[in-house]
């Protein structure tokens, strides 16, 4: 018993010293009796061979347990070398991750470019009636609020019900890192001034694509087509229709090179130059139809101080332009100019109210107005030489926005435009002289992005003649913005 002990402690790697202990212990557990001093001597041998025996299946022993400790740190060597290795592949497939560049919070990239995509589906839904006449078939004027396309002194009353998704919206926008900065691009469509193919809402309804906003920028420069410097976009009321406040609203979208320079504590400089466009009305044009003509020779310049802060958003623009016409042979121009000013006031618990207002007045820039309601110029066409007059106007909206809860609002929306002609020459009875229109809505978001909205709107058209023509129209929309 008291050899296999000993052993088992070998083997479980017992040092040199104890064993040394262990075979004291052994020879003391062997006593040699008395009689063994006077005793053969081949009794004495084989107890000595015992002993060897004993000491020699120790060392044996011994010599087994120091291997398997050494193979075990071997092992364990092995498992500490694979485990570092393991950790450092980690390590690495980490390094690699943190250094491949975030994917964008929108959108998505292709090389080091990000491109998105956004936009709206829009359908809407109106019953009108018309007080002195009727809207030819396809026209703009059946689908949004056109002052210009309300029939005047016909003697009869019209109806009309139109449903559409021709606001549908897509944009699609893209910036790459290019020196520091971001070297951006956007271009914007949608369907809603196409004209609408004949028998169209017969059986498909199709209608073409229109380009809305094509351009690029970098750092404080924009070049393409955009909204014009001279307006103000945001400035427009939360509406069914496709503008809102059209009698008094400048609207243009065109080709233009812009520079914006903030000036700090939320004011900012724009100046652009902007493509040219002479629209003229004849002293002789029976329907008062006006003329574009080409032959411009200077951009219309446009500068702009623009406000954004506590207040709210307030701006002052300005705009000069250069009015040319050529006709059999003869040339004139003259110099055309505005100044419009507006803004957007925030009020009310959680800002949901707020006011927004624009007033423009001038003379020879008829065109940014109410998608072109009166003439940049009128001229004499029975003289010799014609004489370019520039047309006076003034026009302007304010709308009252109420946040009745955080999902529940109304907008109501006044909006008028007043044409004054030079005198001293004729102005064919047809041309428009004034309009004007109320509107209130409800709009309600059962949930983000979804706006489901109604409006009643009654506006008026009056022509030089002095015939006028009235309209009242209900529009239901629903919009979802992605």
Same mark, same amino acid.
């Given at each position: 018993? *008291?050899?296999?002990?000993?052993?088992?402690?070998?083997?479980?790697?017992?040092?040199?010293?104890?064993?040394?202990?262990?075979? *004291?212990?052994?020879?003391?557990?062997?006593?040699?009796?008395?009689?063994?001093?006077?005793?053969?001597?081949?009794?004495?041998?084989?107890?000595?061979?015992?002993?060897?025996?004993?000491?020699?299946?120790?060392?044996?022993?011994?010599?087994?347990?120091?291997? @398997?400790?050494?193979?075990?740190?071997?092992?364990? $060597?092995? $498992?500490?070398?694979?485990?570092?290795? $393991?950790?450092?592949?980690?390590?690495?497939?980490?390094?690699?991750?943190? /250094?491949?560049?975030?994917?964008? +919070?929108?959108?998505?990239?292709?090389?080091?470019?990000?491109?998105?995509?956004?936009?709206?589906?829009?359908?809407?839904?109106?019953?009108?009636?018309?007080?002195?006449?009727?809207?030819?078939?396809?026209?703009?004027?059946?689908?949004?609020?056109?002052?210009?396309?309300?029939?005047?002194?016909?003697?009869?009353?019209?109806?009309?019900?139109?449903?559409?998704?021709?606001?549908?919206?897509?944009?699609?926008?893209?910036?790459?890192?290019?020196?520091?900065?971001?070297?951006?691009?956007?271009?914007?469509?949608?369907?809603?001034?196409?004209?609408?193919?004949?028998?169209?809402?017969?059986?498909?309804?199709?209608?073409?694509?229109?380009?809305?906003?094509?351009?690029?920028?970098?750092?404080?420069?924009? !070049?393409? $087509?955009?909204?014009?410097?001279?307006?103000?976009? /945001?400035?427009?009321? @939360?509406?069914?229709?496709?503008?809102?406040?059209?009698?008094?609203?400048?609207?243009?979208?065109?080709?233009?090179?812009?520079?914006?320079?903030?000036?700090?504590?939320?004011?900012?400089?724009?100046?652009?130059?902007?493509?040219?466009?002479?629209? #003229?009305?004849?002293?002789?044009?029976?329907?008062?139809?006006?003329?574009?003509?080409?032959?411009?020779?200077?951009?219309?310049?446009?500068?702009?101080?623009?406000?954004?802060?506590?207040?709210? @958003?307030?701006?002052?623009?300005?705009?000069?332009?250069?009015?040319?016409?050529?006709?059999?042979?003869?040339?004139?121009? +003259?110099?055309?100019?505005?100044?419009?000013?507006?803004?957007?006031?925030?009020?009310?618990?959680?800002?949901?109210?707020?006011?927004?207002?624009?007033?423009?007045?001038?003379?020879?820039?008829?065109?940014?107005?109410?998608?072109?309601?009166? *003439?940049?110029?009128?001229?004499?066409?029975?003289?010799?030489?014609?004489?370019?007059?520039?047309?006076?106007?003034? /026009?302007?909206?304010?709308?009252?926005?109420?946040?009745? #809860?955080?999902? !529940?609002?109304?907008?109501?929306?006044?909006?008028?435009?007043?044409?004054?002609?030079?005198?001293?020459?004729?102005?064919?009875?047809?041309?428009?002289?004034? /309009?004007?229109?109320?509107?209130?809505?409800?709009?309600?978001?059962?949930?983000?992005?979804?706006?489901?909205?109604?409006?009643?709107?009654?506006?008026?058209? @009056? !022509?030089?003649?002095?015939?006028?023509?009235?309209?009242?129209?209900?529009?239901?929309?629903?919009?979802?913005?992605?």
């Amino acid at each position: 018993m *008291a050899k296999v002990s000993i052993a088992t402690q070998i083997k479980g790697g017992a040092p040199p010293h104890r064993l040394l202990l262990a075979g *004291a212990a052994l020879i003391a557990l062997c006593p040699l009796p008395v009689h063994a001093q006077t005793g053969s001597q081949a009794e004495l041998e084989a107890r000595l061979r015992l002993l060897e025996q004993a000491v020699a299946d120790l060392k044996a022993e011994l010599a087994t347990a120091r291997a @398997e400790q050494a193979q075990g740190q071997t092992q364990v $060597q092995q $498992q500490v070398a694979t485990q570092a290795q $393991q950790a450092q592949a980690v390590e690495t497939r980490v390094a690699a991750v943190e /250094a491949r560049p975030a994917p964008p +919070a929108e959108g998505f990239k292709v090389g080091s470019t990000t491109f998105k995509l956004g936009g709206f589906v829009k359908v809407v839904a109106s019953a009108t009636r018309y007080s002195d006449g009727a809207v030819d078939t396809g026209a703009l004027g059946k689908e949004f609020h056109l002052p210009q396309q309300i029939p005047v002194g016909q003697n009869f009353s019209s109806h009309d019900m139109v449903g559409h998704a021709r606001q549908t919206r897509l944009v699609f926008s893209s910036a790459t890192p290019v020196g520091g900065k971001d070297l951006k691009s956007l271009i914007e469509f949608d369907f809603a001034l196409a004209a609408a193919p004949v028998g169209a809402q017969r059986s498909t309804n199709p209608y073409t694509p229109t380009l809305r906003r094509a351009f690029l920028s970098y750092g404080n420069w924009l !070049i393409g $087509q955009e909204w014009t410097t001279f307006q103000n976009p /945001a400035l427009f009321p @939360e509406s069914t229709d496709f503008i809102g406040a059209t009698d008094g609203s400048i609207f243009v979208r065109q080709m233009m090179v812009q520079y914006r320079q903030p000036l700090g504590n939320g004011l900012a400089l724009m100046i652009a130059a902007e493509n040219p466009q002479t629209e #003229t009305l004849a002293s002789t044009s029976a329907s008062g139809a006006y003329v574009d003509n080409d032959h411009d020779r200077l951009p219309d310049f446009v500068a702009k101080l623009g406000y954004s802060g506590g207040l709210g @958003e307030l701006h002052l623009a300005g705009i000069v332009r250069r009015l040319t016409m050529e006709n059999m042979g003869y040339d004139t121009s +003259a110099t055309g100019w505005g100044v419009s000013a507006g803004g957007k006031i925030p009020f009310g618990p959680d800002k949901r109210h707020d006011l927004r207002f624009t007033a423009t007045y001038g003379k020879g820039m008829g065109r940014y107005l109410a998608v072109g309601y009166v *003439a940049d110029a009128a001229y004499d066409a029975t003289g010799a030489t014609p004489d370019l007059r520039p047309i006076g106007n003034f /026009a302007g909206f304010a709308a009252l926005k109420l946040g009745w #809860t955080p999902t !529940i609002r109304s907008s109501f929306i006044a909006s008028y435009q007043d044409a004054d002609y030079p005198g001293g020459i004729v102005i064919p009875a047809l041309a428009n002289k004034r /309009a004007w229109s109320l509107a209130g809505n409800l709009f309600w978001s059962p949930v983000k992005n979804l706006d489901v909205g109604i409006e009643y709107r009654h506006g008026e058209r @009056e !022509i030089v003649g002095g015939a006028k023509g009235q309209m009242d129209r209900v529009e239901m929309a629903a919009k979802y913005t992605f």
